[in-house]
């Protein structure tokens, strides 16, 4: 059964910093690209930032570029995303994403989200 559990979000204040874990179970997460996307309040789901598999190579959105960091640790089936300086437009639901392009279809997984609030 393939699961990704998100933890670590909360309520901070602007300029503080979050760090998101995405423990996966169920697959073979070191064969994923591993993402994080948002969605904010009435608003469509956003890519945040994504990894490659062994994780040498990353992807921002700009805006998470400079603040923002993903990593993995595949021995973990864990990845993070370490957010910096943050900014009351950050708000949102942040979900992880896991994703394969197979021979004949993509597989495509995600958890259930962790509430991330950025308020004085």
């Known amino acids: 059964q393939v699961q990704l559990v998100e933890s670590g979000g909360g309520l901070v204040q602007p300029g503080g910093s979050l760090r998101l874990s995405c423990a996966a179970s169920?697959?073979?997460?070191?064969?994923?690209?591993m993402s994080w996307y948002r969605q904010a309040p009435g608003k469509e789901r956003v890519l945040v930032a994504r990894i490659t598999n062994a994780g040498g190579s990353t992807y921002y959105a700009d805006s998470a570029k400079g603040r923002f960091t993903i990593s993995r640790d595949n021995a973990k089936n864990t990845v993070y995303l370490q957010m910096n300086s943050l900014k009351p437009e950050d708000t949102a639901v942040y979900y992880c994403?896991?994703?394969?392009?197979?021979?004949?279809?993509?597989?495509?997984?995600w958890g259930q989200g962790t509430q991330v609030t950025v308020s004085a």
């Open positions: 169920g697959f073979t997460f070191s064969n994923y690209a």
């Open positions: 994403n896991a994703r394969m392009d197979g021979f004949i279809r993509r597989y495509n997984y």
